[in-house]
Structures are given as C-alpha cells and as structure tokens.
C-alpha cells in the first residue's frame, strides 16, 4: 500500500504542477474546461484519499455511493474535455461555422460511445450491483471514445492543420496513452489470474497517469507553436459538410410544421 500512497501522492503534485502551467501559459482562454478538468482531478483525489481512509473499511457502502459519484462527474468532465478539444481544433473557421456545430460534435461523440458500448461490456467487471457495473462499462468506454479521438486526430493532423507542438493534441496524446493503459488493465482483469497481478496493473494506470502528467508539464512548459490555417479544400470541406448539416436540420424543421 505504501507504493499505492506515493503514487497518488505523485499523481496529486504532477496536477498542481500542471496547473500552474495551465495559469502561467493563460490557457485557461484558450481550453478552459480542460483547465477546470484538472483542477476537478485534484480535488476529487484529495477527497477520495480522505472517503478511504475515513469510509472505506468502517462504512464501505458509503465509500461506494462516495466512488460512484465521483466517477459520474468525472465521465461529464472528460465528454466536455473531449468537445472542447474538438471544437479548439476548428479554432481557424469557428467564426463562420453555424451555432449548433459544437451539438452536432457532441452528438458525434455520443454516437460513438454508443458504439463503444457493447465492447466496453466484455471488458467490465461485475461489481457489488447493476448500477456499479454499468459504471464501470461507462468507464471502459470513455477510455475506447479517448483512445479513438488521438488515433482521429493524429491521423488527420496535417488536413487540420495542427501538429505535436499544438496544445489539442498534446492533450489528446496524455490522454490516449492513459487509456490504452486503462484498457490494457480492463483486458487483463477479465482473465483469470492472481490477485497480486491484478494490483500490479491497477499500479500501472496510476503510473501511467503521473506519466501523462509529466508529458503534459513539459509539453506546457514549451511554448506553443502558432496556430496554422486550414487548406483552402480542407476548410471548404468543413464549411460544406456544416452547410449541409444546417440544410438538412432546416429541412427536417419544414417538414415537422408541414405536419402539423
């Protein structure tokens, strides 16, 4: 348990350090929901270290409906996280692309995890109830929905227009190489094998995050390359594809007051 304790103890200086970069740097004007996500890691560690010392062993029914809440508000905040990252990329056209984009992102994200659902089931432990259980479903399929996000937005990083030194994707890397260990771990806990093994992976994802931690620091320690402009086909694209989006929804608008 000592090991456990110095990593979360490292885990909690890792976010304060990255939090006065996030303030030195003044990203909070740029991505202030991811500013907002990390000041809410390091709350809800503090918190969580103090429900399991105080709960944990004397009322663990508490300490549950204690863990399920905080990993509730922590899965709203990465969705944010992961449609603001999205919308920050479409920083050069944002200006003329309609109202509701950043919905239609959210609903492209929802669809996905949607898709991820299924698979996140085969990778979810049972738990103590049906409600734990659908929690940690929800958990393995965030990790899916961020590792599919770097892997579309790395893929697509020259037809976006943004690179390593951008800050979106120095984020959205921390955040796939965290979930690639998380799903590793989920894969590995479906198996049969030794409690101790299954500790030791536990131990890696936390290990795992002080690293995106640290990448995240010297990432924002760096100062961040200026912002290129989308290709001439690349933004006619997007404003095409928005147009057409926008057409369909005032389509579907004439036809609800066409019925009635």
């Given at each position: 348990?000592?090991?456990?304790?110095?990593?979360?103890?490292?885990?909690?200086?890792?976010?304060?350090?990255?939090?006065?970069?996030?303030?030195?740097?003044?990203?909070?004007?740029?991505?202030?929901?991811?500013?907002?996500?990390?000041?809410?890691?390091?709350?809800?560690?503090?918190?969580?270290?103090?429900?399991?010392?105080?709960?944990?062993?004397?009322?663990?029914?508490?300490?549950?409906?204690?863990?399920?809440?905080?990993?509730?508000?922590?899965?709203?905040?990465?969705?944010?996280?992961?449609?603001?990252?999205?919308?920050?990329?479409?920083?050069?056209?944002?200006?003329?692309?309609?109202?509701?984009?950043?919905?239609?992102?959210?609903?492209?994200?929802?669809?996905?995890?949607?898709?991820?659902?299924?698979?996140?089931?085969?990778?979810?432990?049972?738990?103590?109830?049906?409600?734990?259980?659908?929690?940690?479903?929800?958990?393995?399929?965030?990790?899916?929905?961020?590792?599919?996000?770097?892997?579309?937005?790395?893929?697509?990083?020259?037809?976006?227009?943004?690179?390593?030194?951008?800050?979106?994707?120095?984020?959205?890397?921390?955040?796939?190489?965290?979930?690639?260990?998380?799903?590793?771990?989920?894969?590995?806990?479906?198996?049969?094998?030794?409690?101790?093994?299954?500790?030791?992976?536990?131990?890696?994802?936390?290990?795992?995050?002080?690293?995106?931690?640290?990448?995240?620091?010297?990432?924002?320690?760096?100062?961040?390359?200026?912002?290129?402009?989308?290709t001439p086909r690349m933004e006619s694209f997007l404003?095409?594809?928005?147009?057409?989006?926008?057409?369909?929804?005032?389509?579907?608008?004439?036809?609800?007051?066409?019925?009635?």
């Amino acid at each position: 348990m000592s090991i456990d304790i110095a990593v979360w103890y490292a885990c909690i200086a890792g976010e304060a350090t990255a939090i006065a970069f996030l303030l030195y740097r003044r990203l909070f004007r740029i991505l202030p929901v991811f500013c907002v996500f990390i000041v809410w890691a390091i709350l809800s560690d503090f918190i969580m270290m103090v429900a399991r010392g105080a709960f944990a062993t004397q009322d663990p029914h508490l300490y549950m409906r204690i863990l399920m809440v905080e990993i509730s508000l922590d899965f709203c905040m990465q969705f944010a996280v992961l449609v603001e990252l999205s919308w920050s990329v479409l920083r050069p056209i944002r200006a003329v692309l309609p109202r509701r984009t950043i919905v239609v992102i959210s609903a492209i994200f929802l669809l996905l995890g949607s898709a991820a659902w299924p698979i996140a089931g085969k990778l979810a432990l049972p738990g103590p109830s049906h409600q734990w259980h659908n929690l940690m479903q929800l958990q393995q399929a965030f990790s899916i929905l961020r590792v599919l996000f770097f892997l579309l937005l790395a893929g697509f990083s020259q037809l976006l227009a943004i690179g390593w030194k951008d800050r979106e994707l120095q984020i959205a890397t921390g955040l796939g190489f965290y979930s690639l260990m998380s799903l590793g771990a989920a894969i590995l806990h479906t198996h049969r094998v030794s409690p101790a093994l299954y500790h030791n992976a536990d131990q890696i994802v936390q290990v795992s995050y002080f690293c995106t931690l640290v990448y995240w620091i010297f990432s924002f320690a760096q100062q961040e390359a200026p912002r290129q402009e989308f290709t001439p086909r690349m933004e006619s694209f997007l404003l095409a594809v928005s147009g057409a989006a926008r057409s369909n929804r005032m389509t579907l608008e004439q036809l609800r007051k066409s019925s009635k």
